[in-house]
Structures are given as C-alpha cells and as structure tokens.
Antibody
Framework: QVQLVQSGAEVKRPGASVEFSCTAS????????IHWVRQAPGQGLEWMGL????????DYAQKFQGRLTMTRDTSTSTVYMQLNGLRSEDAALYYC????????????????WGQGTAVTVSS | QSALTQPASVSGSPGQSITISCTGT?????????VSWYQQHPDKAPKLIIY???IRPSGVSNRFSGSKSDNTASLTISGLQAEDEADYYC??????????FGGGTKVTVL
C-alpha cells in the first residue's frame, strides 16, 4: 500500500545536527514532492520545506534557510532531512508527507503522511 | 505566531453544522486558490480533507466542505458527529514563503 515510513526517535544535544529518513512505497516516487512538517508538543503544524525526488530540487521555508538540507536517494525511494544547530525549540515531532493521490508534481497539499519522528533536544 | 489565523476552538452538538475560519492576507489566501484543510486526531498524523479550497480527496465525507472569500477561507462540517472531534488546520500557498499553516482549531462535539 501507499506509505511513508520514517526513521526512529532521536535525542540530541543543543548545537548538534540530526538527520531523519523517510522511505516511500506503493507509488511512483519521482512523481510527487516530499514535504517535511514539524509539530512541537501541544503546538500546531509548521511547514519546513520540500524536495523534488525526480531532480533533487528543494524549497525551504525562510525560517530554516541555512541550517536545513534535504536530499534523496532514488535507488531506495528515500529522502533525508538534516537540521543543523539544534536548539531547544527544535524539539518536535517531524513528519514527512507527500501527495501521491493528487496530481503529479502537485505542490500545495499532502495526502499521505509518515508516522513521525520525535526529536528531543537536551543537554 | 502562525501565518494564518484560526479560532482556537469551535464547538457544536451532534447533527449541527459548524464553520471554522482561516484568515490570511493578499499574499496567500486572497491571491491563491491553494487552500487546504487537515484533520488531526490526538497522537495521529494529519489527514487531508480539503485541497484547492473546495476539493475533497477520495474517501473524505461530503459532510466536509470548503470555501473562500477575499482573504478568508472556511471549513464547514455539517451533520456533526462524535468522530469529528479533532484539531483542524488550514494551509495556504504564500508567495516567498511557499506553504504556511494556521494555528489550528480544536473542534469539540458537545
């Protein structure tokens, strides 16, 4: 079935970097952007950016420019997100999401979500 | 502070209709027809229920409907049911910021 499976929880110290993975299955990986959205405990959703699996092009929210990197491996249908310079406010649940039931290269919404990866930032 | 403004909470009785507003600006909701709505139950991933202002993905109940006027988008839930109790988030494309979300609205079924 169509799904996104994310890597496991991470515990990091302030200032460190963290990298998550998101593996897609059940649809044509190259045809749909993969977005990253985070949610701090008890808070709302925050869009971080997206990557085009077909050519690796990225689009990052201005807030994360300079410390966010997204890459992809088409051989394994996996995207990676690295966030540098972790701060306490980066503690959140990080979701990858895509729109495989929507139009090819549809940018504006996501209808399949991963299970989320929790990040704890603590000294 | 979220980019789009939603009421913190909305409530209604079973069978009633409720409407959740999402207010933006001329750089997002007022200019683009790319408003989406997501439903999120506790400890679950969000679920897409409306995209492009009015379109329901396959499998989403027709009790959910979306609309837009000027800088404000709205989600209406008709025939409110207990299972509709959840958090709801709006999202819009915004020039220079790509995608932005509202702060979320908690729907309570009385």
């Amino acid at each position: 079935q169509v799904q996104l499976v994310q890597s496991g929880a991470e515990v990091k110290r302030p200032g460190a970097s963290v990298e998550f993975s998101c593996t897609a299955s059940g649809y044509r990986f190259s045809n749909h952007y993969i977005h990253w959205v985070r949610q701090a405990p008890g808070q709302g959703l925050e869009w971080m950016g997206l990557i085009s699996p077909s050519d690796g092009d990225t689009d990052y929210a201005q807030k994360f420019q300079g410390r966010l990197t997204m890459t992809r491996d088409t051989s394994t249908s996996t995207v990676y997100m690295q966030l540098n310079g972790l701060r306490s406010e980066d503690a959140a649940l990080y979701y990858c999401a895509a729109g495989p039931s929507l139009a090819v290269y549809y940018y504006y919404a996501m209808d399949v979500w991963g299970q989320g990866t929790a990040v704890t930032v603590s000294s | 502070q979220s980019a789009l403004t939603q009421p913190a909470s909305v409530s209604g009785s079973p069978g009633q209709s409720i409407t959740i507003s999402c207010t933006g600006t001329g750089r997002d909701i007022g200019f683009y027809n790319h408003v989406s709505w997501y439903q999120q139950h506790p400890d679950k991933a969000p679920k897409l229920i409306i995209y492009d202002v009015t379109i329901r993905p396959s499998g989403v109940s027709n009790r959910f409907s979306g609309s837009k006027s000027d800088n404000t988008a709205s989600l209406t839930i008709s025939g409110l049911q207990a299972e509709d109790e959840a958090d709801y988030y709006c999202s819009s494309y915004r020039s220079r910021d790509s995608l932005v979300f509202g702060g979320g609205t908690k729907v309570t079924v009385l």
